[in-house]
Every structure is written in structure tokens, then in C-alpha cells.
């Protein structure tokens, strides 16, 4: 993200400084999506998926809507809708560009599992890697972003969502309640209609595009003065109890799908009603789970909270101002982390040192990205009209 | 998950640490085994002496090789079986091909299960649907379609969760469809042998090296063995609550 003058005013005045709680939480929940993607990672115990019905994802997208339309809503209202919808494709051309870079690094990876790999407990397992035998085909759909490995399956979301954006954004700056009752009205088509993007070789997406937009528009919507107007509503202790009190009954209902055996305090017309829980179609529990989620933090870290200039919290902070880097190298990570885990050692102890240092890489990484954009920007040779780094800041 | 492991690593050091035989490998498992439903077919198989199981699966349900049948976990239930239920004739067939998805194994059913005139339909599924990465509504659908036609051809039913793979698990995403399976089998009110959970746990604790490389069976073959005791363990528990745990002598 960028810090220039004009990121200082919020689009409608929602404040005069940047917050520094969504970068905070972008940046944990990088760390959480990383730390999920390690195939049997035992530190992955310790995020949120395992207490309740949303993950890290809803705080990412949410996230993102937010910042994108804190970003490209001063773009639009300064230099108009083409400019900014010629941003918002940009931003979108180099996710598309980042995620076809993970996938030649994926190939890799299970070249090389194809290659040394063989025990004959697992035959049926070994016929994944069958579309090695027919690279074209399998390169192609991955390029229509059809064919999505594993856990690579957030950056294809992020470049539809974005596409949708510009004249979402431009509906969001006129009239906002339209603009969320028209994402809340295509959300509930999306479930009537069943409507989903088609995967290669079968099935659908797993994030389904025209359901998630809605966790997308919302966080936009909260960005063009949604949050004040809801802001007595969630402060009211009546809110943040109702929203304990969800949490606590995820927590209770997630504790059974890891001790089965607490399976038998949950009534059957309970289990009925609440399974499945569709991630794909962004169940309605996840959002709710969200929501109370995000009503209890903004609870208990106000904007203006002092530990957000902490030191301890700098490093949360600086991943989530860089999110497209640090989410890709997240993605490496979580690959070679597998690896490790594959080729050296799988103990409890390389768990957590894999963890470890996966976290530090990208603070690192996302430290030399600060540090190199204040360089560039100082000493670059381009007129500050330009404003360097401005679409691509963190949107 | 963790918590597991370690609760079963606390169990295990408070126990006798002489467990070192083969059986007792397999006993770790144990506690990932729910009988939360019972199966009253097979109650009442076993009343009449004669309990006849069919296992539908695919890839996973087999060994390679010439005695692969011999050894794969569907021979060793019946044997398991037939030690805990002396004086009962129990038979298992199979119906096992691999690389087939739920809904593959869905049309092929009423004739499997009209030749066989199972007690129990024993059902393993889901790692083809992941790895085609199936729509996970069809999924949902195909197990309920076929745990109700099995219950129409008066079989109880037993469904078993993908292995545990951790060398293609950047490939495979299990997990959505292990859910999906778990909630199935919930709400129909079936047990589910929670064959993922019970390989990561002996991943976990060093039982077996699922990570190896190996052309050899060995490995393979005591693995499939240990889930052969334990569904015995999970069919005799459910059919038969009452009556003291069999796993004493063993």
C-alpha cells in the first residue's frame, strides 16, 4: 500500500488517517491462510477454521473489498470511472499474472512427486497426477483458470471479483444501499439458481464467484461510509452479546467435528438444519460467524487503539499492506513447506519451525518491499504526478 | 486433531509400554472409532448365525499383486470377524473397481447388492470425488442415494472415509470431502469408520511411515490389515453394544 496524500482522506471522510486495524487483520489472516495450506500442518490447530464456521478467507475478501474500494473510490471520484476501471483491470491482469506463476511452481512440485514417489498403498491416490500425461490440455484450462490446483483457489476469486468491481464501485459511490441489495440480491439468485463458474475436469469453482462478491461488496460498502452507519448498531452490548453468544454455539458445534463423541449433545433437527456448511456458496452460518466475529474485534481493538503503533504488532501490519506478495509467497511457502515435510522430516518440531519461518520470510519479504517502494519513490526519477505504486496499492 | 494426538500420547504413556506386537499397532486406532448408531441387520444376522458383508469401493480397497485379495482389508474383516464371532458363518464379498467416483459405484449397486443379499454394505468413497474434484452436492446426493437403496435391499450400512495420503495432499483436497461425508452419514444416522483420521494418527505417531517410498507391500499390507480389525471392531461394537468389548484377549 502506498502512502500517498490522498489515501490520507477516507472517500467519504470516514476519518483522517489510514486504518491500521485492516491492514492488521489482512496480515493475520495471510499468516492463518498460510499456515492452513501446509498439508498436515499440526500448527494449523491454532486458526480460526478449527473454532467455528468462517476461516481466514472471509477476512481476506472482506478485506480486500474494503481496501479496493477505499483505493479506487478516491481513483474514480478524482479521475472518473475509465481511469479507475482501467486500474481495477490492471490489478486483476497481475493477480492473473501471479497466480500462473504459482501454477509453474505447482507442475513442479508434482513432477517431482510423479518422479520419486511409489508405494503401492497408494495407487488410486497416484492417478491425480495422470494429467501429466496430457500437459496441454491440463496448461490450457489452467490458463482459462479452469483448472485450479489444490489451495489455489483465492487468487482466480480475487480477479473475478475484481472484474465486477468497477461498475459496482461506481453503483457504491452513487447510491450504496442499491449496491449491496443488488450483491445480497445475485447472492440469493446464486442459491435459487444454483448458478456456479464450471471447473476442469468436472465440478464448479470452489469459491464460487457470484456468491463471495457479496462478503466482497460488503467490505466495499463499509468502506464508502457503511461501517459509520452501522457503527452504533455494532457498538450496542446487545450486538456484541448476540454475537458471543453465535460464536460460542460455532465453537460448541465445531468442538463435535473433532471429538465425535460430543456428536451426541447436538440434537438431530440442530445437525438438520446447520449441515452442510457450504464454503463454495458462502453459507449463510459462515457469514453470520464472520460478522460476529468482526463486531467483537471492532469491540475490543477500536481504531484509534494504541497497540496498533506497537512493535509487536508491526509485522502483522506491514504483510497486510503488501497482500498480493505476501498471499503468493504464502502459496510457495505452504509448497515447500510440504516438501519439507515430505523429503526431511515430518515431527512435531518441524511443524512448527516450518511455521516459523514461513511467517518470517514474509515479513521479511514484505519489510524489502516497503523498503524498496520508499526507495523508488524518493529518488525515482518519475514526477510525483504520477504517483507511483498508486493501483497497485493493496486493493 | 492435535488434541487427539496428544491425548493419545498421554494415554500411551500411562500405559503398559510393553505394546509392540502388530495388534497393538493397530489398537492406537481404536479411539477414532464411533459407535454412535446401531446396525440392527447385522444384530440380527449374527442372531441367526449367518452375517453375509459386501464392500463397494474403489482403488483404495485393494492390494496389487497375486495375493492382493488375500491381503487387502475386506479378507481381513471377514477374518477378524469370523475370530470374534465363533459359530457365526461371516462371509464378505466385494465390489471393488477402481478409480470410481460415489455416484460410479451408485449404478452398480442394486445388482451388486441383489446377488449378494448383504446384512451390511460396507461403503468406501470419496477419494475419486476429490481427486475429480465432483460437484460436492452430486457427492452428498449419490451417498444418500446409495445408503438408501442399500436400506431397501435390507442392509445396514458402514461408510469409510478417504485414506490418509500425505505425499499428494498438495494434489488432493480431502477435506471438503470428508465433510461432506461425515455430515451425510450423520444425519442418515450411519456409522462412519473414519479411516483418515485413523491413518493420520498413526502417521502422527510414527506407527507406520506413510511417507515411505516403496515398491514393497509390507507396509501396505499390515496397514490394510489393522483396518480390517478394526471395522470388525466397529461392525461387532455397533451390532452388539451389550456385549463386553472383544479386544481384552487380542
Known amino acids: ?395 | 486433531m492435535t488434541g487427539r494426538v496428544l491425548l493419545t500420547l498421554l494415554v500411551l504413556a500411562l500405559a503398559d509400554p510393553a505394546q509392540a506386537d502388530h495388534a497393538a499397532e493397530c489398537r492406537l486406532g481404536a479411539q477414532e472409532i464411533e459407535r454412535d448408531f446401531p446396525l440392527p441387520q447385522v444384530t440380527r444376522a449374527i442372531d441367526a448365525k449367518q452375517l453375509h458383508i459386501l464392500v463397494v469401493g474403489a482403488g483404495s480397497s485393494l492390494l496389487p499383486g497375486s495375493s492382493g485379495a488375500k491381503n487387502a482389508y475386506p479378507a481381513r474383516l471377514e477374518a477378524a470377524l469370523a475370530a470374534k464371532l465363533p459359530g457365526v458363518a461371516v462371509q464378505v464379498s466385494t465390489d471393488v473397481q477402481a478409480r470410481r467416483t460415489a455416484g460410479e459405484m451408485v449404478t452398480s449397486l442394486p445388482a451388486a447388492l441383489a446377488a449378494a443379499k448383504p446384512a451390511l454394505m460396507v461403503w468406501q468413497t470419496g477419494t475419486v470425488d476429490a481427486m475429480h474434484s465432483i460437484d460436492t452436492d452430486q457427492f452428498r446426493e449419490a451417498l444418500e442415494h446409495g445408503i438408501n437403496i442399500a436400506r431397501s435391499a435390507g442392509a445396514d450400512v458402514v461408510l469409510i472415509n478417504a485414506q490418509y495420503s500425505p505425499r499428494t495432499e498438495s494434489m488432493i483436497a480431502l477435506g471438503l470431502y470428508a465433510e461432506n461425508m461425515r455430515w451425510v452419514a450423520l444425519q442418515q444416522e450411519v456409522p462412519l469408520f473414519d479411516r483418515f483420521s485413523i491413518m493420520k494418527l498413526w502417521a502422527d505417531l510414527g506407527t507406520f511411515d506413510l511417507y515411505s517410498a516403496t515398491k514393497k507391500l509390507d507396509m501396505a499390507e499390515r496397514v490394510h490389515d489393522c483396518i480390517g480389525q478394526l471395522l470388525a471392531d466397529l461392525v461387532f461394537q455397533s451390532a452388539k453394544p451389550d456385549e463386553p468389548r472383544a479386544e481384552s484377549g487380542r
Not at chain 1, 503488501?322 to 519439507?340: I, P, Q
Not at chain 1, 518491499?369 to 524518493?378: A, K, L, N
Request: proline share 6%; hydrophobic share 55%.
Open chain 1, 1 to 395: 500500500m502506498t502512502e500517498s496524500p490522498y489515501e490520507r482522506k477516507a472517500v467519504h471522510g470516514s476519518g483522517t488517517e489510514r486504518d491500521l486495524r485492516l491492514d492488521l487483520f489482512r496480515g493475520i489472516a495471510l499468516w492463518l491462510i498460510f499456515l492452513d495450506h501446509i498439508p498436515s500442518n499440526a500448527v494449523s490447530w491454532i486458526t480460526i477454521r478449527n473454532y467455528g464456521f468462517s476461516d481466514a478467507t472471509e477476512i481476506f475478501v472482506f478485506i480486500s473489498g474494503y481496501t479496493a474500494a477505499f483505493v479506487y473510490g478516491r481513483a474514480m471520484q478524482q479521475h472518473g470511472f475509465i481511469v479507475a476501471s482501467a486500474r481495477v483491470l490492471k490489478r486483476a491482469w497481475q493477480i492473473y499474472v501471479a497466480h500462473v506463476f504459482l501454477f509453474a511452481i505447482y507442475l513442479a512440485e508434482i513432477a517431482y512427486v510423479a518422479h520419486s514417489f511409489d508405494n503401492p498403498l497408494y495407487t488410486e491416490e497416484m492417478g491425480v497426477l495422470d494429467f501429466l500425461k496430457n500437459p496441454d490440455v491440463t496448461i490450457l484450462q489452467a490458463l482459462l483458470l479452469k483448472f485450479k490446483p489444490v489451495n489455489m483457489d483465492v487468487l482466480p476469486l480475487y480477479i473475478v471479483l475484481l472484474l465486477w468491481f468497477p461498475p459496482m464501485l461506481w453503483l457504491l459511490l452513487r447510491t450504496p444501499s442499491v449496491a449491496l441489495v443488488t450483491s445480497a440480491a445475485l447472492y440469493s439468485l446464486t442459491w435459487w439458481f444454483d448458478w456456479a463458474i464450471p471447473a476442469y475436469p468436472s465440478g464448479t469453482w470452489v469459491f464460487n464467484p457470484f456468491a463471495w462478491q457479496l462478503m466482497f461488496v460488503f467490505g466495499a460498502w463499509c468502506a464508502v461510509g457503511g461501517a459509520q452507519r452501522l457503527s452504533g448498531w455494532i457498538n450496542s452490548p446487545g450486538m456484541v452479546g448476540i454475537a458471543a453468544a453465535y460464536m460460542l454455539f460455532a465453537f460448541g458445534i465445531a468442538m463435535t467435528w473433532y471429538f465425535p463423541r460430543l456428536g451426541v449433545f447436538v440434537p438431530k433437527f440442530v445437525s438438520d438444519i446447520i449441515y452442510p456448511i457450504d464454503k463454495t456458496n458462502l453459507d449463510v452460518l459462515r457469514i453470520a460467524h464472520f460478522l460476529s466475529l468482526a463486531v467483537i474485534t471492532v469491540w475490543f481493538v477500536p481504531r484509534n487503539w494504541r497497540g496498533l503503533k506497537s512493535p509487536l504488532l508491526w509485522p502483522a501490519i506491514i504483510c497486510g499492506q503488501h497482500s498480493l506478495e505476501v498471499f503468493c509467497l504464502g502459496v510457495f511457502l505452504a509448497f515447500a513447506g510440504h516438501f519439507v515435510f515430505t523429503e526431511i522430516s515430518n515431527r512435531l518440531f518441524m511443524h512448527v519451525v516450518v511455521s516459523a519461518v514461513g511467517i518470517g520470510i514474509m515479513v521479511a519479504t514484505a519489510a524489502l518491499i516497503s523498503w524498496y517502494r520508499s526507495v523508488e519513490r524518493g529518488s525515482g526519477p518519475r514526477p510525483p504526478s504520477i504517483q507511483p505504486g498508486y493501483a497497485e496499492g493493496g486493493a
